[in-house]
Structure formats: C-alpha cells, structure tokens
C-alpha cells in the first residue's frame, strides 16, 4: 500500500505548480520520454496511440470534404524558401539547415521543413494549368522541425508531429470558404473528440501566419488559465500564387493566379487534453481518443474462476477499446497506475461480484462508482462512456465561461490580469501600438477576435479611441 | 479519339524499355511528381492513396501480434550514431548531416536518420529494467533520409516513407522467432495483399545489415526478370546491447544483455506492384491495395437517366472503394484514364444497357468484358474482385517459376546469366570469394538462401569445392 502511495503522490499537485504537474503527468502516464536531442522528444506507445485516434478521426473528417493525401520531401532548398518575402522571414532564424550529404559539402543548403507552403507553391505551379484542375485540396501527415529556445512536450518542441493541408481554388470567396470551412471542422473536433471548447476568431495582423492575409484560430482555456491556440487556418490570397507563378487559365481561356490556404494542427493536441481534463491523479482522457476506454480489473484473482470471469467480461465489451489487466500486481496499484494513465472506466470484478452477478465501474472522471448486474454491462458502459464524453466537455465549458472576464477600461484589464487568471474580453482600436502596450503593461496578447462579436464598450481598452472590434486577450501557451 | 490514343501511347512499351516504361507510368499514372531536390520525390494522391492501404492492413496484422507503435526523433546525434561500429560503418557514408540550427552552428553534428537502431537502443537502455519490461516489441512509421548516388521513384529514393519495428527481449530464441514472424508476416502480407510470391530466406553474410548477426529477407522476381529485396528482418543479438548497455536483472536477480532485432519494409513495395502487375496500357492494383476498385463509367451520359443511373448504381456498390466518373470528358478518354491508373474493374452504363437492366464490366488485368444483371452487380463485383486478386498472384507466381533457373556449374551459370533473366538456383560453399567472383563474372548477386532448400549439386558452381547451401542468385534493382 505504501508503494501505491507512492506512484500517486509522486505527481507535484497542480494548485501547487501547474507546470510540474503536467511534466509529471506527461513522464508518469509513460506519453513521453525525453530524448538525447534536446526539444526532441520520444512519443511513447501510451502518448502514440493518442496521436492515433486523432489521427484517425480528424482524417475521416478530411476526407468528407473532399481532402486527398500526399507526401512532400522533408527537404526545402534555401532559394525555394527564401521565394516568399514575408514567409522567409518568419520562418529563417528558426529553421534547421543540412549543409553536408553523402560525405560532400552541398552546393545549395537545404532546410528541414518547419512547414511545406513553399513545398506545395513549387508543386501547383508544375501541376495547375487549367480551370479543370481547381480546387487542389492536398493534405500530409508528417513531421516539421522548428528551433525553440525553451521546449516543452507536446506543447513546444524541436520536431513535432502535424498534418498541414494546402489548398489552390480559382477565386478568392472559395478559398476564404475554405479556410472557414477548415476552422471550423478542427473546432466541432476539439469539442466533440477532445472535449475541449474553442473560441473561434480571427487574429489580428501582428499575430497573424507569415505570408497569410488572413489567420483564422481555435483557442482553449487550460486549467492554469492560460490559453492554448489549438489549431490554425490561413487565407493566402493570391501572395503566394504571384511569388511562385501558380497561374490557370479560366474558362474564358485568360491567365490568373489561384488562390490558396493552409491549415494545421499538431501533437499539441495531445498536451491541451492533459491540461483540461487531468486531475491530481493523473491524466483524464475522453473516451473518444482513449486507447483504452474500459480496465477490466480482477479482484482476488488467485481464486478460482476470477481471472475466467475476468476474460468473459473483455469478450462482452469487445465492441470497446477494453483490456483485462491479468498481470500479477495487485488491485490497488493497478487502480493507481490506469488512473495515472486516464482510462475512463475501471470495471472491478471479485469472487463477490461474480455470485451477486454483478460488478463494480468507477468513473475515470467523477470517481463515481456504479455497481452494474452483469447482463447490463456492455449497455452500461456505452451508455457511460457517452456520458462521460459529454460531461467532460460541459465541465470544460463551465471551467471557461467562469475564467472569461471583461474589462472596459485599463484599470479593469491591469486588474484582472494581475489578479485572475483566464480569458478577457475587451475592445480593440485595431492599432497594433495598442496590442503592444497590453503586453508590456498586462503581460497578455491578442488570442483572437472571435467570430461571435460583442460590443461590451464603444473605446478601446488602451487608447479610448474608437473601439472596431472584441478581442479575447490572455496569457498564452 | 485521337488524343485518347495518345495518351495510352505515350507509354513506352515495356518490352521495348523497361525502365523507361516504369517511369511512364509512375508520372502517367500521376503517382509520383519530381522535386527540386535530386532524389526526392512528391507522392501525389494516386500514390499516397495506395500507401494508406498498404498501411492500414500491415498495421493491423503488425498489431495482432502484439506491435505497439512510438514516434522517435528525426536526428541522431553523431557520437550517438558512432555507438556501434559495424552500424555506423554502414551509415555514415550517406548520410544527411545538419550542422546548424536557430541560426547558431551547432556543437554536435546531427545525423538525419537513415534508420533508427541507435535512438530505439538508447531509449531500451532507459525504460528497461528488468525481466517486467519485457519484450517490448516497439515500431515507428516514418520517413528516412538515404544520400543515394542514382535514384529512382519508390524503389531508390534520398527520402522514403517505411515502417522500422524495433524489439527487445530476454532470451536469444524469442529475438530469433521475433524474426522469423516478422518476416513471414511481410510475405504472407506481400503474397495475399499485393499479390506478389515471395521467396523467404537468409542472407549470405556479404549481404546482412550493418550490424546485425543474422538478416532474413523476402525476394520478388518483376516483370523483366530482375529481383527486388521487398522486406527484411534482422536478429541483432546483443551486439547492440552490449554497445548501448541495455541490461535487465532476470527472476534470478541477476544482470542480462537483451536480444533485438529489427524489420522494415518501404514504399519500395508500390514500385514492386507497378514491376510485377503492370502491363503497356499502364498501372494495374490488386484489388485489396486499390483506392478505387470499381469505376462506374456513363456511357451517352447527355442521355436522361443515364447519370441518375451511375449514381445509383454508386450507392448499390458503396460496400466497395467504387467511384463514379461523371466528368465532362469522353467515355474513351476515361477508359484510358482509369486503365492507366490500373482501376481494377471499369463498369459501363449506357442507355441500352438500362433498358436491358444490365451494365458491362471490365477486368484491368484480363480484359474481359462481363455483361450482368443490375440484380446481381453487387455480387458480381465482390466475385470478381476476389477472383482478380487470386488470379494476379497466380499468373505471377507462373512468371516467376517461368523464370527460375538452375545452374550447377559455372559454364550453365554464366550461360543463364547472359541469355536469360530471372532467379538462379545454384550451390555455394559459403566463401565471400565465390560470391564476389561471381558478381564480376556473371554480374549476378547472391539474393538469399531460401527456408526451402534443395541439393541440386554436391558443389560449389563456382569453385567445385563441397556445398554449403542452395542459393538464389539474380539481377537485382
């Protein structure tokens, strides 16, 4: 018993430091080992299987849209980045160079993507020459590499696993349609799969994608309080058609330049599900991406019959992601350890459960505990799954709404950013002069203006000046 | 009509010139588009698609036995790489090297991988501890980056796209049958799924992975006669545990190396079925491997109730990957288009096909046209789709049989090897000598020594000497 203790206490409390917690959650639930690259980590199988489900799933979505795969090269030589001028200037100081191959000093040096637009430009230029080969709605899963000073797991790393899709449309309102449609499906994901509410808005120019006209964001609250941008989709006009020639002839048979987006999202993913559903004891994972929705547990599994009964069970709930864990711990470190690892429901079996016909489910997230008569069970775990599903995202929401201030004026916004933690609603001037004095004197930055407008005041928070938009500010991951 | 006849022209025959035929299709079939980077190819979506399937189902049988995949880091350390030395001797001529980063030189070079035996060492050696943590049975799908002097797409390229298993266990007969399931797994995959016989066996020692004690390999003979190396599977010893210090304390309590092995197979399979179904009208997919497996073609579309009808007849045959072409182009063109992209069945609808309630079908590999009842459509096609996929794998089991010889001395050798092209069975005594002599004399390697072997001499066929082992020796790619 001291042992199983022991594995639970070992995680740091999150009142007590939030970010302990979370790179104990990350370590202890096994998602994640560090590597020897620094920023570079190793995605374990418990982490890894994760990835899968959203994978998955997020796929499926992609593909009801009409969304095809491809594979680029992970390679970009330095004249290809450099041909976009806002571009290259976002993305050079952080980029990793390969300068050597095959024992020989390269003529050209060559980046590793920190992501593909250049890629894809290079490619629609070769493969688009007419109205009939509109829209190019490609997509690939891969890795990307960026240089970051200061990494975390998941959240900020070195390399990170993503998909990145890039699109080419004949006019402007399909590709802005695009973009919109894109946001949208990541944010029904979030909430549906993840259970994680979003924010849907715009970003202002300073915070927007280099090279894009328009960025489009999904953002979370974390338990901190802190925002987390979850996901982006980007507008890139025609900017990116004139600086790489991506021209089609329309059905009048005269030259223009396509319209293109790009959206993403990656394994930070994997990082807002632990810092919105985890608890003290461990990760907290929806059953929609849980590797393993239900742990069959043996109670007394050296009596006879306990382990039989144990294995009928797995086979009831076949229809579910279930394992029974027959391995030769005993019960309660086994309870502590798939709590660790956030398996929704743990389903207790014992001689006395077996003679009742019956078993015990402990929810993952409420720590309720239901007894079941075994002829309901494969219901009841449906049935609590789905619950467990949509009551996680309302906790979420009720989380977020009660961590959403407003502020009016400068004195209200130094007020709730000193003293609360969580999103604040204030009016914007739209001056980027604005946003950066927020920063200095509030330490927050724009997350976004969201799609459903407020006009909570007619000024601007800073300035007083006229007031164009609402902007959500925070702290941000 | 003259157009539809030159798109299908523009195939070089390959009886003419194979390698040219080969890259005809990989760019007519829109698999595969050139980079800008030598040896870097884009896979397009006719490509990508076919990978997805060829995951999905490895995956699967990868995961019945007991593979749980991770994603490791792109980079490896130099000094990570140096660990063991037959491996990096093997490497590090051609590998990418990454010298800077976030715009600093870097301290330590880093190795784009070319394949991950030294991360997954280095990480064994962290996470196991003993006898409880084993085996771990750990795979990664990912991209490696190989410096090759001549590339071709999918069978040699700087960047490809695989799956890399990498396990650990306690004893040295468990990494063995590790092995050989493994490789087994690939040639049951590769006969069932791509349709491609294979001929399972060991590697002479000239011929085994940096590094490893033991390397078994599956072998498919293509259309020209030439051999591909399709898949291997590697028995490490504790060769690199001992490098990397990967120990366990056994039930005994006391310290023990662990066994490995490693097994990988690459989109080098797509070129294989390109090389061993393909024919002169283009690209021919068995049916489990491809994205489209029916399309349904309107003929006299203009026609009222035509392209009602395909629709239909899509949604009666939505139990298979089935599309309906209901673009703006000639029913001829399509039948090209779709021949060229190796569709397996082609179902015809016109208008006097729906007064007769009946469509045409066509089969890609035999071209046999089938007329059915609209009644039986859907029973039909999964008839003949199954029949197809059999049929492939037999008509190509008869062309490689056709094509194995046997030479039991160095005159019948040299003789095969010049007048004929395909798989050679001959004797070897074992020495690397009579390998290497036998690549320059008869320009031939040795492919491996299959599980079946046979004595069809007493000698060596190139040095008399008493024989060791039946060889299958070849022109490889």
Redesign the interface.
């Known amino acids: 018993m001291a042992k199983e203790k022991k594995m639970v206490e070992a995680i740091t409390s999150m009142e007590e430091d939030f970010a302990q917690w979370y790179t104990d959650i990350v370590k202890k639930a096994e998602l994640v080992?560090y590597?020897?690259?620094k920023g570079?980590?190793?995605?374990?199988?418990a982490g890894?299987?994760i990835?899968?489900l959203i994978q998955k799933e997020l796929d499926r979505r992609f593909k009801e849209t009409g969304v095809?795969?491809?594979?680029?090269?992970?390679?970009i030589?330095e004249s290809?980045l450099n041909k976009e001028k806002d571009h290259v200037e976002g993305f050079a100081?952080?980029?990793?160079?390969?300068?050597?191959?095959?024992?020989e000093k390269l003529q050209e040096r060559?980046c590793?993507r920190p992501t593909s637009e250049t890629?894809f430009c290079?490619?629609y230029a070769?493969?688009i020459g007419s109205y009939r080969d509109l829209p190019k709605v490609?997509n690939q899963w891969?890795?990307v590499?960026r240089?970051?000073?200061t990494t975390r797991p998941f959240l900020r790393s070195m390399?990170f696993?993503w998909q990145e899709g890039h699109t080419a449309h004949a006019t402007a309102e399909e590709a802005e349609a695009r973009t919109i449609q894109m946001l949208n499906l990541y944010a029904d994901f979030c909430e549906e799969v993840l259970a994680i509410p979003m924010v849907r808005g715009r970003k202002t120019d300073k915070e927007k994608f280099a090279g894009a006209e328009a960025t489009y964001t999904i953002e979370a609250l974390m338990h901190d309080g802190k925002a987390l941008q979850s996901g982006t989709s980007h507008n890139f006009g025609d900017g990116f058609a004139k600086a790489f020639g991506i021209q089609y002839t329309d059905k009048e048979n005269k030259l223009q330049y396509v319209h293109q987006t790009s959206w993403g999202m990656t394994t930070r993913l994997i990082g807002a599900v632990i810092m919105v559903h985890g608890d003290n004891s461990g990760l907290v994972l929806p059953p929609a991406i849980a590797p393993i929705q239900a742990v069959i547990i043996p109670v007394r599994q050296d009596k006879e019959g306990v382990l039989d009964k144990a294995y009928e069970l797995g086979t009831v709930l076949k229809g579910f992601r279930v394992k029974v864990d027959d391995s030769d711990k005993s019960p309660g470190w086994k309870f502590a350890e798939h709590e660790m690892r956030g398996v929704p429901l743990r389903i207790e079996i014992g001689p006395k459960d077996i003679e009742a016909n019956q078993a015990v489910i402990a929810r993952r997230d409420t720590n309720e505990k239901i007894t079941v008569s075994l002829n309901e069970l494969e219901a009841k775990v449906g049935e609590l799954l789905a619950t467990m599903q949509k009551e996680m995202l309302e906790r979420a929401r009720v989380h977020r709404d009660a961590h959403t201030y407003s502020a009016t004026n400068m004195e209200e916004m130094m007020d709730v950013a000193e003293n609360k933690s969580g999103f604040i609603k204030a009016m914007w001037c739209g001056d980027v002069a604005c946003e950066e004095a927020l920063k200095e004197k509030a330490g927050v930055t724009s997350r976004c203006m969201p799609f459903a407008q407020e006009e909570i005041a007619k000024t601007c928070v800073c300035c007083g000046k006229p007031a164009k938009a609402l902007v959500y500010w925070g702290k941000a991951y």
Not at 68 to 74: R, S
């Open positions: 080992e590597s020897g690259i570079c980590m190793i995605i374990r199988p890894y299987a990835w899968e095809e795969n491809v594979y680029m090269p992970m390679f030589p290809l100081p952080e980029v990793a160079w390969v300068t050597h191959g095959g024992g060559l590793v890629l290079d490619f070769k493969i490609y891969c890795s590499v240089w970051e000073k390399e696993l």
